[in-house]
Nanobody, 125 residues
Framework: VQLQASGGGSVQPGGSLRLSCVVS????????IGWFRQVPGEEREGVSC????????QYADSVKGRFTISRDNFENTVYLQMNGLKPEDTAVYYC???????????????????WGQGTLVTVSS
């Protein structure tokens, strides 16, 4: 299975970006998808996740009200719309897939089996 994250870039504080996670070699319908981020030297942090039919959406407290996760199973893509970006959002963002759809969604890294490469988001003035 493969996941491809894209959409990162450099923006000023208050700006917006939309990250995309395209999955291939499997049907998105059967996976919970999570977004995580990592700053060098720090642990990976769960940002948001979404269940197979759009249920079980969760957000980290640090991004609530600013980030929105969505999925398009037809396009095999999960999106993370990031608004009101802050310098502390700077990180490498990863998407990951959890095939165990009958358990609750989670922002815990070890619950995810498949990982894509990261995309860098830099927020600075």
């Amino acid at each position: 299975v493969q996941l491809q994250a894209s959409g990162g870039g450099s923006v000023q504080p208050g700006g917006s970006l939309r990250l995309s996670c395209v999955v291939s070699e499997f049907t998105l319908d059967y996976y919970t998808i999570g977004w995580f981020r990592q700053v060098p030297g720090e642990e990976r942090e769960g940002v948001s996740c979404i269940g197979t039919r759009g249920a079980g959406i969760q957000y980290a407290d640090s991004v609530k009200g600013r980030f929105t996760i969505s999925r398009d199973n037809f396009e095999n893509t999960v999106y993370l719309q990031m608004n009101g970006l802050k310098p502390e959002d700077t990180a490498v963002y990863y998407c990951a897939a959890d095939p165990h759809i009958y358990r609750p969604t989670s922002l815990i890294e070890k619950m995810y089996t498949y990982w894509g490469q990261g995309t860098l988001v830099t927020v600075s003035s």
